[in-house]
């Protein structure tokens, strides 16, 4: 017998074999299918009406992201303004981007505290604890400085920023710290120290006013040089680990945007920064930690038995080049993006000329904290760490009357005491960290 399909659908083109019976069955198929293709027709009705809800419940979400967003809108221009108030004659508006980190946390409270006007950015990420970040924040805001939570890498946010204020000089410390985490996540220091840096200098070359630029590059840029004292005149072309080669192209870099764009910019050199409110990444923070709870802790020396030595420079001291920096930084020449004449470009070491060696640093906190350290001499391991740091500050000095005035003895006495307060530690207890 024919099957269904053969009936409707012959093997014959153009030929149908018709009775009274099939006649009757194709009508009530005809009849289906049209019923089937109103349905299908109601269908597509009903899926175009549903992605038209979609799209604009979707167009709904995204404008209260963008308004309930950690920055824009009214308020929050609001709150910016306000914190880039200039209150001292011939004061300066600057952003400072990594705020809530160490250096910039000091540099924005004493910039605000001789008047200028200050607005912080910080994208408050995990490399260490976050919630040191957030204490420095709150401190910030306790002092009327608003800091902004998002990323250098952001352009839209950078260029909103530069919309609401006329930002006169901008202070550049956000970056990927640390030498050995390098050989972890390679991709975050090109990410922050590279991509980060382009991404702000285009926002500060299209800004109008062009803003002054001060930015943190490193010590580190002196790799494996071995003439000491380290000076900017030095060859900077063997770096030891990629942090200090991220930071050797950003010399590279800025030095581009002075030099096409009319841009004014000052490097730092910064020698192994310490203090309240540090890095739990420095040796000096570890050591403190691990020698109030009673651990081992890791001492490197170099080659043939040689101690390691660092040229320690207080957070106080950096604070005054910070400062001096941007008060003689110059002013940008471009506008509009478009260069009109040349711009000042600068690079300065910033240390503290007595370098101190590891064990040393050790023997001083044990006194400040009455503990007796454990310790573990090894080698140093190849992880791009350098045998000593020694800063020439002469061309700081003679610049801006740079001079540090805080040996580590003194140093370390005042970071063991907030250390204590900070962690709420008491004698015969273990740090709440």
Same mark, same amino acid.
């Given at each position: 017998?024919?099957?269904?399909?053969?009936?409707?659908?012959?093997?014959?083109? $153009?030929?149908?074999?018709?009775?009274?019976? /099939?006649?009757?069955?194709?009508?009530?198929?005809?009849?289906?299918?049209?019923?089937?293709?109103?349905?299908?027709?109601?269908?597509?009705?009903?899926?175009?009406?549903?992605?038209?809800?979609?799209?604009?419940?979707?167009?709904?979400?995204?404008?209260?992201?963008?308004?309930?967003?950690?920055?824009?809108?009214?308020?929050?221009?609001?709150?910016?303004?306000?914190?880039?108030? &200039? !209150?001292?004659? $011939?004061?300066?508006?600057?952003?400072?981007?990594?705020?809530? $980190?160490?250096?910039?946390?000091?540099?924005?409270?004493? *910039?605000?505290?001789?008047?200028?006007?200050?607005?912080?950015?910080?994208?408050?990420?995990?490399?260490?604890?976050?919630?040191?970040?957030?204490?420095?924040?709150?401190?910030?805001?306790?002092?009327?400085?608003?800091?902004?939570? %998002?990323?250098?890498?952001?352009?839209?946010?950078?260029?909103?920023?530069?919309?609401?204020?006329?930002?006169?000089?901008?202070? /550049?410390?956000?970056?990927?710290?640390?030498?050995? =985490?390098?050989?972890?996540?390679? %991709?975050? =220091?090109?990410?922050?120290?590279?991509?980060?840096?382009?991404?702000?200098? +285009?926002?500060?070359?299209?800004?109008?006013?062009?803003?002054? &630029?001060?930015?943190?590059?490193?010590?580190? @840029?002196?790799?494996?040089?071995?003439?000491?004292?380290?000076?900017?005149?030095?060859?900077?072309?063997?770096?030891?680990?990629? =942090?200090?080669?991220?930071?050797?192209?950003?010399?590279?870099?800025? !030095?581009?945007?002075? /030099?096409? #764009?009319?841009?004014?910019?000052?490097?730092?050199?910064?020698?192994?920064? #310490?203090?309240?409110?540090?890095?739990?990444?420095?040796? #000096?923070?570890?050591?403190?930690?691990?020698? *109030?709870?009673?651990?081992?802790?890791?001492?490197?020396?170099?080659?043939?038995?040689?101690?390691?030595?660092?040229?320690?420079? =207080?957070?106080?001291?950096?604070?005054?080049?910070?400062?001096?920096?941007?008060?003689?930084?110059?002013?940008?020449?471009?506008?509009?993006?478009?260069?009109?004449?040349?711009?000042?470009?600068? &690079?300065?070491?910033?240390?503290?000329?007595?370098?101190?060696?590891?064990?040393?640093?050790?023997?001083?906190?044990?006194?400040?904290?009455?503990?007796?350290?454990?310790?573990?001499?090894?080698?140093?391991?190849?992880?791009?760490?350098?045998?000593?740091? /020694?800063?020439?500050?002469?061309?700081?000095?003679? +610049?801006?009357?740079?001079?540090?005035?805080?040996?580590?003895?003194?140093?370390?006495?005042?970071?063991?005491?907030? #250390?204590?307060?900070?962690?709420?530690?008491?004698?015969?207890?273990?740090? @709440?960290?």
């Amino acid at each position: 017998m024919p099957s269904l399909e053969d009936e409707l659908f012959p093997s014959t083109p $153009g030929k149908f074999k018709i009775d009274r019976a /099939h006649h009757t069955m194709n009508r009530q198929f005809h009849r289906c299918f049209a019923s089937t293709s109103t349905m299908f027709l109601w269908a597509l009705f009903l899926i175009a009406l549903t992605a038209s809800y979609l799209s604009f419940q979707s167009f709904v979400d995204s404008g209260s992201r963008y308004f309930s967003a950690s920055w824009g809108g009214i308020q929050w221009e609001k709150q910016v303004r306000n914190s880039a108030q &200039i !209150h001292r004659s $011939g004061g300066m508006s600057v952003l400072v981007t990594g705020a809530a $980190g160490f250096v910039g946390t000091h540099v924005s409270l004493a *910039l605000k505290k001789r008047g200028d006007g200050v607005v912080g950015l910080d994208n408050f990420n995990s490399y260490y604890d976050p919630s040191l970040k957030k204490a420095r924040k709150s401190m910030l805001n306790g002092h009327g400085i608003f800091v902004v939570e %998002g990323d250098v890498n952001d352009g839209r946010l950078l260029d909103k920023l530069f919309d609401v204020v006329a930002f006169t000089h901008v202070m /550049h410390l956000a970056a990927q710290a640390g030498v050995r =985490y390098a050989m972890e996540n390679p %991709g975050s =220091y090109v990410h922050s120290n590279i991509a980060g840096l382009v991404t702000l200098l +285009e926002a500060c070359k299209s800004a109008n006013p062009q803003p002054s &630029i001060v930015w943190a590059s490193s010590s580190s @840029v002196y790799g494996l040089n071995d003439k000491v004292p380290f000076s900017e005149s030095d060859r900077t072309d063997r770096p030891a680990s990629l =942090y200090a080669a991220t930071k050797k192209a950003g010399e590279e870099i800025t !030095h581009t945007y002075n /030099h096409i #764009y009319g841009l004014s910019i000052t490097g730092l050199r910064f020698f192994t920064v #310490y203090g309240p409110w540090g890095r739990p990444d420095m040796a #000096y923070f570890s050591f403190t930690r691990n020698i *109030l709870q009673g651990k081992p802790i890791t001492v490197y020396r170099g080659k043939n038995r040689v101690d390691l030595a660092r040229d320690f420079t =207080y957070i106080d001291d950096i604070v005054k080049g910070c400062l001096g920096s941007l008060d003689t930084s110059g002013k940008s020449t471009g506008s509009g993006g478009k260069k009109k004449g040349p711009a000042p470009y600068r &690079i300065f070491n910033l240390g503290n000329t007595s370098p101190v060696t590891v064990p040393t640093l050790v023997d001083i906190l044990e006194r400040h904290l009455k503990v007796k350290a454990k310790r573990n001499i090894v080698d140093m391991p190849g992880n791009g760490d350098v045998p000593f740091t /020694h800063a020439n500050i002469s061309l700081a000095r003679r +610049e801006f009357g740079y001079k540090p005035t805080t040996d580590l003895q003194t140093g370390l006495k005042k970071f063991v005491r907030w #250390y204590l307060s900070y962690y709420g530690y008491n004698r015969g207890s273990k740090p @709440v960290n």
